[in-house]
């Protein structure tokens, strides 16, 4: 028994260590005369009085490693003691007994690094306090006044900066985000106050990877690994998709993981021409291909995994086809995979492979312009990290620590011609290809692993799944 506790509280102490080195350099980019606050997410209904399982922020969860609900941080970096500053929610026994344990301040300390921990309902006052321009002290034991000096001036010379950090909007008119009008409220009210957006300074240090980061992807794709090689053993002729669902979500949970990263994606038949099928409930064919999109959420991190292969253990010809092509755009785009190139080269290789490849299968009249998109329909690089679309710059160029995915895919949609806008050129195309679709109609391919780019070169962290036509076969059989 004393082992495992030992594992459990050195990997606390590495992840502590971790979360002080994050907040510390994003404190120097945020500069001493900012007050940085960050909420972590709320609770979430999802039926009448029934609640969402709970999923913290994900910026809050890489700078705090916490996942209760109502937790909120506040970094100041001109401070001279106490720059971080932890607020957590009391100790309740009734709630305890009806919702599970909140966490203690000593607790939060351990697992965070941050020494100083007050109460939620500190918050207010705290905040009113520091706004004001005067120093906070909860009792005769906590900081000096002159602690936050270099804050306190800044607020009273009209140059203070609250930072926030806020989700992107989808569109212009969609509703205001609640931190900035939190922190737009707060600027009205005390004037010496200015708001500063603070994602792009998170969302930095997030796209590249630390060395306990890239151990803690690492871990959760070998789970998603697994759980593919379940998924492919169960299925057969007559199973269900929600059999293979079933069989890798198991391993999951065997596994230690949290659950899912992502909903899966398990799309048998004509289903596999659906990008995001949420369904499951097909039963599979012999002459099936089964596409399953599908990845581990393990402490957080998440690895982004799809493969498609043939339930009855062998690929057809005409699938062949269009599995080798897709294969050879994803092999050809890791060639790229290097320090300096950028998301969008590697992208751009995939579909001049796969522009080629439809013209030499007849899918496509021409190579030199747009007509691929028929059938290639999404992008094909995304990171990874916390959340399975991390979050980046696909400007930046590729450095070691980033961690992605490349994800070709061709979809031979039932209605994909049909779906085309009734243009001249379009028709021609139409009448041209007619053969060619009838002949791999149905089919959806897409082939996805997850990559990690390091100082030694690029690791193909799911390469263990199988991956070309023959090693797929050889797993089924």
């Not at 300390?109 to 906070?136: C, H, K, N, Q, R």
């Not at 607020?155 to 205001?176: F, H, I, W, Y």
Request: with cysteine; glycine share 8%.
């Amino acid at each position: 028994m004393l082992l495992p506790l030992a594992i459990a509280l050195l990997s606390a102490s590495d992840l502590s260590q971790d979360l002080q080195a994050r907040r510390s350099r994003l404190m120097s980019e945020l500069g001493p005369q900012s007050l940085l606050i960050l909420r972590g997410a709320p609770e979430r209904i999802y039926s009448n009085d029934i609640e969402y399982e709970y999923r913290q922020n994900s910026d809050f969860y890489y700078l705090t490693g916490l996942e209760q609900p109502g937790c909120t941080l506040v970094l100041m970096p001109g401070n001279t003691a106490r720059r971080e500053i932890l607020f957590v929610p009391e100790k309740n026994s009734a709630f305890e007994h009806r919702n599970g344990r909140r966490i203690t301040a000593g607790e939060a300390t351990t697992l965070t690094g941050i020494a100083t921990v007050y109460l939620t309902g500190d918050f207010e006052p705290f905040l009113e306090t520091i706004l004001s321009g005067d120093a906070y002290r909860k009792d005769r034991r906590d900081a000096r006044p002159a602690d936050f000096d270099v804050f306190l001036k800044a607020v009273r010379a009209g140059e203070a900066k609250l930072a926030v950090v806020l989700d992107q909007p989808s569109r212009v008119t969609a509703p205001v985000n609640p931190a900035l009008e939190f922190a737009n409220a707060l600027r009205d009210r005390f004037p010496g106050v200015s708001v500063r957006n603070a994602t792009p300074l998170v969302h930095a240090l997030r796209q590249v990877k630390t060395p306990l980061e890239r151990k803690l992807l690492t871990e959760s794709v070998e789970i998603s690994v697994k759980a593919h090689l379940a998924g492919m053993r169960a299925a057969k002729p007559g199973a269900h998709e929600y059999t293979v669902k079933a069989a890798i979500e198991q391993v999951y949970r065997d596994s230690g993981a949290i659950g899912w990263g992502y909903p899966s994606i398990t799309g048998s038949g004509p289903n596999a021409t659906i990008l995001h099928y949420g369904g499951s409930n097909r039963r599979m064919d012999s002459g099936d291909l089964m596409l399953v999109d599908a990845a581990a959420n393990h402490r957080y991190y998440t690895g982004d995994i799809t493969r498609t292969y043939p339930v009855n253990g062998r690929f057809s010809e005409r699938q062949k086809d269009l599995y080798r092509l897709v294969l050879e755009a994803q092999t050809e785009a890791m060639k790229l995979a290097k320090p300096g190139a950028l998301p969008r080269d590697l992208h751009n290789k995939t579909v001049d492979v796969i522009k080629e490849g439809l013209l030499r299968l007849g899918l496509i009249t021409d190579a030199n312009g747009d007509q691929y998109r028929a059938w290639y329909t999404h992008g094909s690089v995304h990171y990874l990290g916390i959340d399975v679309h991390d979050v980046g710059d696909p400007a930046v160029p590729l450095a070691p620590g980033h961690a992605f995915v490349i994800e070709p895919g061709i979809y031979i949609r039932e209605d994909g011609l049909e779906a085309l806008p009734k243009t001249a050129e379009n028709l021609e195309m139409i009448t041209k290809v007619k053969a060619a679709f009838e002949k791999y109609r149905g089919l959806g391919v897409r082939v996805e692993d997850s990559f990690l780019l390091t100082e030694d070169g690029l690791q193909r962290l799911s390469a263990k799944v199988p991956r070309t036509v023959e090693e797929i076969e050889a797993f089924l059989k």
